[in-house]
């Protein structure tokens, strides 16, 4: 129950970054949209995530905002690619002053776009 309120609550913080980010737009995303095709067989997602501001061990706070982008990441993938058995990796990660967490993860698959035409 605790290991299941401590996701949620990772998972929340995440989509309020999200949601209230203002900042710099990265290359390879569309803003409003959760990524962009690189080409037929890719899609690129860009993920956030904040570590809990009670946390002031910096190694920690990295640690857990890097864990609720990657949640974020799996839930994106499940939600686009729901009939799709996909792989992915993570091509950037950077951080801020604040140790919030930003990603750019990448899925692959033989003619993705085909089999997902509903995303632009």
């Known amino acids: 129950m605790k290991k ?17 980010s203002c ?23 860009r993920a956030l995530g904040a ?21 974020q990441v799996q839930y994106k ?5 729901k009939n799709s058995r996909i792989n992915g990796s993570v091509r950037k990660i950077t951080w801020d002053t604040e140790q919030n967490c930003e990603i750019i993860y ?3 698959a033989r003619d993705l776009k085909k089999k997902n035409s509903g995303i632009k």
């Open 51 to 71: 570590a809990p501001s009670t946390l002031t061990n910096i190694a920690l706070r990295k640690q857990r905002s890097k864990k609720a982008a990657l949640l």
């Open 4 to 20: 299941l309120l401590e996701i949620t609550l990772i998972l929340a913080f995440g989509l309020i970054f999200v949601f209230s």
């Open 77 to 81: 993938i499940f939600q686009l690619f």
């Open 106 to 108: 990448e899925v692959r």
């Open 23 to 45: 900042g710099k737009q990265t290359v390879g995303t569309v803003r409003g949209r959760p990524g962009s095709w690189v080409d037929n067989n890719t899609y690129r997602f």
